[in-house]
């Protein structure tokens, strides 16, 4: 099993988005994949399809110490797993967080107690800025990928960014891997030049694809499907296609 957190400090960069291609990219690949949102908003469903609506239970129900990740684990057309959010309420969602202010290592636990094949690849989608959902992702990964505009307010969010990565990815062996991804990139001089900026601050710290902003992403949410699979020859998606080889280099060979 291989964990990578998709991370952000600010809302509104598409990594939801990414979370799912990426994921769809990987498992074309020939790794087993399996997607976790943990972000409230449960936003990941709509990019996968396959989700019966009459079922609310994701991972937000598993608050007692016997539920296990694998009942709510869905199949989606697109050649991956994931576990949504859930949409319980309210009440649901505070006993939820508590659960996880108590065990600094409950997501960590709980990935690892799933009977998931070894070369496993989890996505870890979740919601902006700091949030003990953040602190969980961060502590159960082996890899944090930051997705980042080229704007004025992604560049002036990376030392927040890097400030929690210090903060919760510290292990005794070292700190956790991390790279940083430039999405919605557009033409206008000015996001070209923050894209320059961003560039030499984070030098090859930056994965050295930048997805390009496209009218088809868009178009492919609202057909609930990945972009991978709505349209595959869209650059976007070339792009995408790209980032997942990228990091399908560094992870373990598939079995």
Known sequence: MFVIAVVSAK??????????????????????VLIVDLDP???????????????????????????????VMHSSPYQVNFVPFGHGGEAQRLRFENAL?????????????????ENTVVLLDTPPGPSVYLRQAIRAADY????????????????????LIAAYGSRPSGQVGSAYIINQTAERQLAQDVLTLIADRLGARMVPYVVQENQEVEEALAHER??????????????????????????????
């Open 11 to 32: 809302g509104g960069v598409g990594k939801t988005t990414l979370s799912a291609n990426l994921g769809v990219g990987i498992a074309q690949r020939g790794y087993p």
């Open 41 to 71: 908003q449960n936003a990941m469903q709509w990019h996968l399809g396959g989700l019966d609506q009459n079922d609310c239970k994701g991972i937000s129900a598993l608050t007692g110490s016997r539920t296990r990740l694998a009942g």
């Open 101 to 117: 202010e108590r065990q600094d290592d409950w997501l960590y636990n709980k990935l690892l107690s799933t009977n998931l094949p």
């Open 144 to 163: 944090l990928l930051v997705v980042l505009l080229a704007d004025a307010a992604s560049y002036s969010t990376l030392p927040e960014m890097e400030e």
């Open 226 to 255: 990945p972009l991978l699979s709505y349209r595959p020859e869209n650059p976007a998606a070339q792009t995408i296609r790209s980032i997942a080889d990228w990091i399908a280099y560094r992870l373990p060979p598939s079995r």
